[in-house]
């Protein structure tokens, strides 16, 4: 149906919307393709090495709909409030879902029902109750050990040198399972700089476990530079949605 095709009664003024949205996403689609294959190609990678991950934190069911239409298997989120009514009403859609926001321990139970994988484990704490709730729910989570590339505690991660002894805790869990590592960017640094410690970090991990080779890093403004450092996975919200609304990070 081409677009002037369509009249404008309330029902068509929907549709026309949705058509707009998901030509929207489309295009935003297309740009972050062009740049990660261009990212592995200065880098020198295969573009199979580098998974999508689409933020869709503070968007509603429907632009995951339209994602996983359009190709996308891997969404990531950052609130279990929003992400579990989310993950849950879209269940049915064959996506792999990625918690990648700082997660209290209290909110373990929750996660464990629609994760398949959480970024943000920076403590054992935390990695237990994950593994605990999982085994009841008869699941298997990945963890990530979030990694702090600053020294500003507020923003979650472990510091460098403690996390080799921490991966090796959360490998031996029963019901989750060793990932890799996972990291933001420090705000007024050149994330080239700071991606390249998080890549000696997941190198120490992988010389006791060789599997974790998952490397999570890159938003919508550093994904070149976090490819550029090994990156498996990037996570991209604005550059491929649009602009959230102020405040909401
Ligand atoms: C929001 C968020 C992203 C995506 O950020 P954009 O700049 O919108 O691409 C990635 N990782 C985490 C942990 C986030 O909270």
């Excluded at 632009?63 to 409030?81: F, K, M, P, S, W």
């Excluded at 699941?139 to 500003?152: A, P």
């Excluded at 994904?223 to 602009?243: D, F, K, M, P, S």
Aim: hydrophobic residues 45%; negative net charge; proline residues 4%.
């Amino acid at each position: 149906m081409r677009r002037d095709e369509i009249a404008a009664g309330p029902a068509d003024v929907e549709r026309r919307d949705e058509v707009e949205r998901r030509d929207e996403i489309a295009a935003g689609l297309a740009d972050v393709e062009r740049r990660i294959a261009e990212a592995c190609r200065a880098a020198g990678r295969d573009r199979g090495e580098v998974t999508l991950i689409a933020v869709t934190k503070t968007r509603p069911a429907e632009d995951v709909r339209i994602l996983a239409d359009l190709g996308v298997r891997d969404v990531g989120e950052n609130r279990d409030q929003e992400a579990a009514p989310k993950a849950h009403e879209l269940a049915a859609l064959p996506l792999t879902w990625h918690f990648v926001g700082q997660l209290q321990t209290n909110k373990a139970r929750s996660v464990a029902g629609y994760a398949d994988v959480v970024h943000s484990v920076d403590r054992l704490r935390l990695a237990a109750a994950l593994s605990k709730e999982a085994g009841r729910l008869g699941r298997e989570i990945g963890c990530l050990v979030q990694v702090s590339l600053d020294d500003d505690p507020g923003r979650g991660g472990a510091l460098p040198a403690d996390v080799p002894a921490l991966a090796d805790e959360i490998a031996a869990l029963g019901h989750v399972w060793l990932g890799g590592v996972m990291a933001v960017a420090p705000l007024g640094e050149d994330p080239g700089k700071a991606f390249a410690r998080l890549r000696e970090v997941a190198q120490a991990v992988q010389e006791n476990h060789p599997r974790a080779t998952m490397i999570s890093a890159g938003m919508s403004d550093d994904l070149t530079e976090a490819v550029a450092h090994g990156a498996t996975h990037v996570r991209i919200g604005t550059a491929l949605l649009g602009r959230r609304k102020p405040f909401v990070r």
